[in-house]
């Protein structure tokens, strides 16, 4: 069975723009979270996704945010990009998504925001 | 404030020896904890869970161990591979709604020296 695939691996981006990166999930699992990974704050939780809805979202300000699609494939925007959303954004799917269901994550997209 | 402290940020170990890594909780509705390991440039893969119903879970030479009283949990790796050598982080979950997430520590680079 396929891992979690993100898409792209590796993102540049300047203050100001914006950007969406993509997740599949595993066949089969219906809930995809996404997570912000970087040094100081190592991983956090952005917001998750089943069946199309919004289920939980983290501290995260508006200019994030995401959408699933029939399929269970994700997408997260970020919108008004700064230097600090430089990050290793990672999608982890699960089945259900409820607390004793094993997320498995894909590699990350590396976002660095100029 | 954290609700998953990983204390101490790096561990080096001899290898063939045994390697313990920490984790504290402070959120008395999580019911179930996870350890996962990070290589660079890769997701983080699932490595062994525990629900808070058990004190003890084994995998191989990973084992976790689960303290509620003291909201502490702790990886044992025995014997410490070099292929060990990873960041290792503790997350847990419970309850529903935005609890459900994995809330994370902030990860223990873990040395096995050959």
């Known amino acids: 069975k396929a891992g979690v695939t993100q898409t792209p691996r590796y993102l540049i981006k300047t203050r100001g723009q914006q950007v969406t990166l993509s997740c599949s999930p595993i066949?089969?699992?219906?809930?995809v979270s996404w997570y912000q990974q970087t040094p100081g704050q190592g991983l956090q939780f952005l917001f998750e996704?089943?069946?199309?809805?919004?289920?939980n979202k983290g501290n995260f300000p508006g200019r994030f945010s995401g959408r699933q699609f029939s399929n269970s494939r994700s997408e997260m925007n970020v919108s008004t990009l700064e230097l600090g959303d430089s990050a290793l954004y990672l999608c982890?799917?699960?089945?259900?998504?409820?607390?004793?269901?094993?997320?498995?994550f894909g590699p990350g997209t590396r976002l660095t925001v100029l | 404030d954290q609700q998953v402290k990983q204390n101490s940020p790096s561990l080096s170990v001899q290898e063939g020896r045994i390697s313990i890594l920490n984790c504290d909780y402070t959120n008395s509705m999580f019911d179930y904890f996870l350890w996962y390991k990070k290589y660079p440039a890769e997701g983080p893969t699932f490595l062994i869970s525990?629900?808070?119903?058990?004190d003890k879970n084994e995998d191989g030479r990973f084992t976790v161990f689960l303290n509620k009283s003291a909201k502490h949990l702790s990886l044992h790796i025995v014997p410490s591979q070099p292929g060990d050598s990873a960041v290792y982080f503790c997350a847990a979950s419970g309850g529903t709604g935005a609890n459900s997430k994995l809330t994370f520590g902030k990860g223990i680079t873990l040395s096995v020296r050959p």
């Open positions: 525990i629900s808070s119903i058990k």
């Open positions: 996704y089943f069946s199309e809805t919004q289920r």
């Open positions: 066949s089969g699992h219906r809930s």
């Open positions: 982890a799917s699960s089945t259900t998504g409820v607390s004793t269901d094993t997320q498995y």
